[in-house]
């Protein structure tokens, strides 16, 4: 089983600031891969980010990237360049290579991330 | 439009009713998924399929069943709807089963269970 941990409810960010959104993650599995989805106040929810733990260098897509310390267990999002749309609801989760059902992803609760102008 | 498409967007029922909440895609993906969200919950997982006629139960089951008789469709049904059901509903499909594989998600289903 796979457990997901963001420890911050809710973060504040000067606009154009970078700012780091905490995730811990708990599995058993040999290899799985960590993801990071952004949720606006209309609700949709949209990939941002994906790490592998066998990937040899952390992923970066555009001003988002992943910091993955694997021995700390933790695949924080930085944001850089803090913008007023990025004010949204931040998920970490993960999928674990767990035999027949590889194929779930596991999030934690999210983290509320205000851009302050 | 090609994606995939949740109904009803909103909907407001009573306690022991039955719902149910559509989900369809056009993208003939493999693996389609139910979460529900709740403030401080994050998004649980309620049940999740590989194939048609082939659905697992996921964190959250208990009230809820599901079907895919087709690929395209994967509908959630609440048997008799109760206080505690009230959330909104994410539908999700993915296409491969490999640990890259992202997840697509529809617009959500908001429920109020009165």
């Known amino acids: 089983a796979q457990k997901i941990t963001q420890t911050q409810p809710g973060m504040f960010v000067q606009e154009k600031e970078a700012v780091t959104l905490d995730c811990t993650y708990d599995t058993s599995d040999p290899s799985y891969g960590l993801f990071w989805y952004k949720q606006p106040s209309s609700g949709e929810m949209i990939f941002l980010i994906y790490q592998g733990s066998y990937d040899q260098q952390n992923a970066t897509e555009g001003r988002y990237s992943l910091n993955f310390q694997k021995a700390r267990k933790s695949a924080n999002l930085v944001i850089s360049a803090s913008q007023l749309g990025d004010s949204a609801m931040y998920f970490c989760a993960m999928r674990g290579d767990s035999g027949g059902s590889n194929y779930k992803l596991t999030f934690g609760k999210g983290t509320l991330l205000t851009v302050n102008p | 439009d090609a994606g995939i498409t949740q109904s009803p967007r909103y909907k407001i029922t009573e306690t022991g009713r039955q719902v149910t909440l559509m989900c369809h895609q056009t993208?003939?993906?493999?693996?389609m998924f139910w979460y529900r969200q709740d403030l401080g919950h994050g998004l649980r997982l309620i049940y999740y399929s590989a194939a048609a006629d082939i659905t697992d139960k996921g964190e959250v089951p208990d009230g809820y069943v599901v079907s895919r008789s087709k690929t395209e469709n994967f509908p959630l049904t609440l048997e008799s709807a109760t206080r505690s059901q009230t959330s909104v509903y994410f539908c999700?499909?993915?296409?491969?089963?490999?640990?890259?594989?992202?997840?697509?998600f529809g617009e959500g289903s908001r429920l109020t269970v009165l």
């Open positions: 999700a499909s993915s296409e491969w089963s490999t640990l890259s594989g992202e997840l697509f």
């Open positions: 993208w003939s993906h493999s693996y």
